[in-house]
């Protein structure tokens, strides 16, 4: 499985942006699709998770705010990021997984992973 990434940019504080990531390869690897960030000196986090039957789970830092969705006929998941802020800043990255979670509070980590695409919230 390939997974493109894209939409990553520099926004101010309160403002939108949205990420969209493209899978190739086996639709079953992507019974999960979602989004992990990684900030400058933190670990890598879960953000969002969608599954192809269309049940989301965010991490509590994000609810409200963003919001995931896919499309199952383009193999295509979005990341939604609505009133951003400068914590919201890091690399984003793009995951798919055959297995439907549960995923986020877990220690399980999916298995395929895109390249990154960077979120820069300017306060």
């Known amino acids: 499985v390939q997974l493109q990434a894209s939409g990553g940019g520099l926004v101010q504080a309160g403002e939108s942006l949205r990420l969209s990531c493209a899978a190739s390869?086996?639709?079953?690897?992507?019974?999960?699709m979602g989004w992990y960030r990684q900030a400058p000196g933190k670990q890598r986090d879960l953000v969002a998770v969608?599954?192809?039957?269309?049940?989301?789970d965010y991490a509590d830092s994000v609810k409200g705010r963003f919001t995931i969705s896919r499309d199952n006929g383009k193999n295509t998941v979005y990341l939604q990021m609505n009133s951003l802020k400068p914590e919201d800043t890091a690399v984003y990255y793009c995951?798919?997984?055959?297995?439907?979670?549960?995923?986020?509070?877990?220690?399980?980590?999916?298995?395929?992973w895109g390249q990154g695409t960077l979120v820069t919230v300017s306060s």
């Open positions: 390869g086996s639709i079953f690897s992507t019974n999960t």
């Open positions: 969608i599954t192809r039957g269309g049940r989301a």
């Open positions: 995951t798919a997984d055959p297995r439907v979670g549960p995923w986020i509070g877990t220690s399980y980590r999916t298995t395929y």
